[in-house]
């Protein structure tokens, strides 16, 4: 397990195993979308209304066609690249794969990153930015404040026994059964609320199966949200 979080109130970046690098899985969509938004801005045009629906399906549904049509949309891998290097992502290769080896998968749920590159891609949506407007910032946070109620789980801290009412969660999660190697299961994602305003990524491996996974990332999640409690007097 690898994992990064930054608290804005304090502007303190904290991680642990820094500069490991694991699978995406799904959280790569959210390079995806952060590509499509990039292009679009710098050529001066709204997103189609099909990339739209094709970018909702993708991070509501977290469905893989939509993204690799996306993907396809964008310029492919090499096009990502060029958005993860002005997003500040120097850890993350995105896999030009088109399947999972053995499987029917799409090959860019393989890309390699770090979780700090992961809490450096959610801020580029959470916080302002030259990178993305206010306008496509909100557009990428709102998909991400309403994936699907089966996959509200990871940074949340669990759709049972998660973080309290009240609280504004935008994320994305991805897991892959990797072949001899268990489970890959990742959560990343922006918390505000509660005094709380912090950027997450948490990225497990190994994990012997999709629910335990899940256990260790929720855990993690709602330990975080703990750690980052106001103190009195407003320090943490």
């Known amino acids: 397990m690898t994992a990064a979080v930054y608290d804005r109130r304090t502007g303190r970046t904290s991680i642990y195993r820094r500069g490991i690098r694991q699978h995406t899985a799904s959280i790569f969509k959210v390079e995806i979308m952060g590509t499509a938004l990039r292009q679009a801005e710098a050529a001066g045009r709204a997103l189609p209304a099909a990339d739209r629906a094709l970018i ?59 979780a700090l590159d992961e809490v450096r891609l959610v801020k580029r949506f959470a916080y302002p930015n030259s990178l993305l407007s206010a306008a496509s910032r909100r557009y990428g946070l709102s998909l991400m404040e309403h994936v699907e109620s089966d996959q509200a789980w990871g940074v949340s801290g669990g759709t049972s026994g998660g973080l ?3 609280t504004t969660v935008a994320l994305k999660n991805g897991w892959l059964p990797l072949a001899n190697s268990g489970w890959q299961v990742n959560s990343i994602g922006w918390v505000s609320g509660h005094g709380r305003d912090y950027v997450l990524a948490v990225l497990t491996n190994h994990s012997p199966s999709f629910q335990s996974g899940i256990d ?20 943490t």
């Open 164 to 166: 309290p009412s009240g």
């Open 216 to 235: 260790t990332v929720d855990g993690i999640a709602r330990l975080v949200f703990r750690a980052l409690a106001p103190r009195q007097g407003g320090s």
């Open 56 to 114: 909702q399906t993708m991070i509501e549904n977290s469905n893989n066609d939509a993204a690799t049509s996306m993907l396809a949309k964008v310029g492919g891998p090499g096009a990502v690249k060029r958005f993860d290097l002005l997003a500040g992502l120097t850890d993350t290769t995105p896999s030009r794969l088109k399947y999972i080896p053995g499987t029917s998968l799409a090959g860019w749920g393989l890309t390699t990153t770090t």
